[in-house]
């Protein structure tokens, strides 16, 4: 029997067409300023024209928006990653990580970061494993995600602030996990405290993370009410109060903003 070819990130082509590349710009509300296109036939995610980047559809469905969240940039900049380089999974770890930090009012630290996650190859990609005896502070991710690496398409590199280049994959050094100070003990300390299941963010709880800047720009911000309370992040990643009632999505005004200026 004849062996099958191993994907590779260099010969996986496109399925993404024009009429499914204008769908996700529709749904994901992807401003034209960067750009997207879909690949010519016979490129690879790494045959991006000179100013643009390849990215995959399925990280817009677990949280990313464009312009690019910060703490990613800084993950990516820190392990020397493409963010094609990186697995749908090892993606969510990076947003869920955010999340829970958000909404226990904790600033991401690339340090605790480093903590709880290393990053291993799988040939041409990379995905996050937890560190030797360090406890998960979430679950409910897939163990399987098919043709993932089949759908993706060009965005303009402004969409991540600068040019990323391709890190090294295989054979990669594994750093220690990090001595942490008391204060980033008892931070990673909380967030294992308050694990949470994995859900697909939706767009409420990517604004109340800090993940999407679009509403902010607006000098509003997206929120959820239930019996009349605002329902918190952490309420929302925790699920709480939430199985059997139905919640009402809204847009505030933030305060301050330059929109309120003569009303």
């Known amino acids: 029997m004849a062996n099958k070819e191993i994907s590779s990130i260099r010969t996986m082509k496109s399925k993404i067409t024009p009429k499914t590349l204008t769908d996700i710009m529709k749904k994901y509300e992807i401003d034209p300023q960067f750009h997207p296109r879909f690949p010519d036939p016979g490129n690879a995610i790494v045959?991006?024209?000179?100013?643009?980047?390849?990215?995959?559809?399925?990280?817009?469905?677990?949280?990313?928006?464009?312009?690019?969240?910060?703490?990613?940039?800084?993950?990516?900049?820190?392990?020397?990653?493409?963010?094609?380089?990186?697995?749908?999974?090892?993606?969510r770890k990076i947003v869920c990580f955010v999340m829970l930090c958000s909404a226990l009012?904790?600033?991401?630290?690339?340090t605790i970061f480093r903590h709880f996650y290393v990053p291993m190859s799988n040939r041409d990609w990379v995905s996050l494993f937890?560190?030797?005896?360090?406890?998960?502070?979430?679950?409910g991710l897939l163990t399987s995600i098919k043709y993932w690496k089949e759908e993706f398409f060009f965005v303009?590199?402004?969409?991540?602030?600068?040019?990323?280049?391709y890190g090294v994959t295989f054979d990669r050094v594994v750093n220690p996990s990090p001595?942490?100070?008391l204060k980033e003990?008892?931070?990673?300390?909380?967030?294992?405290?308050?694990?949470?299941?994995?859900?697909?963010?939706?767009?409420v709880m990517l604004d109340m993370a800090g993940i999407i800047s679009h509403w902010k720009k607006l000098g509003k911000k997206l929120l959820e009410t239930l019996a009349g309370l605002e329902v918190t992040l952490l309420e929302r990643l925790h699920r709480k109060r939430l199985s059997s009632s139905i919640m009402i999505t809204e847009e505030a005004t933030l305060p301050n903003s330059p929109f309120l200026v003569g009303i």
């Open 179 to 181: 001595e942490l100070s």
């Open 105 to 110: 009012d904790i600033a991401p630290s690339i």
């Open 130 to 139: 937890l560190h030797h005896r360090v406890v998960e502070i979430y679950d």
């Open 47 to 91: 045959d991006a024209p000179e100013g643009f980047v390849g990215v995959y559809r399925m990280f817009f469905k677990s949280g990313l928006r464009l312009p690019s969240f910060g703490f990613l940039k800084i993950v990516l900049y820190y392990y020397n990653l493409h963010i094609s380089q990186i697995t749908p999974n090892g993606f």
């Open 156 to 165: 303009n590199d402004s969409a991540f602030s600068e040019p990323m280049a």
């Open 185 to 203: 003990q008892s931070t990673a300390d909380c967030l294992l405290e308050n694990f949470v299941k994995w859900i697909d963010p939706k767009e």
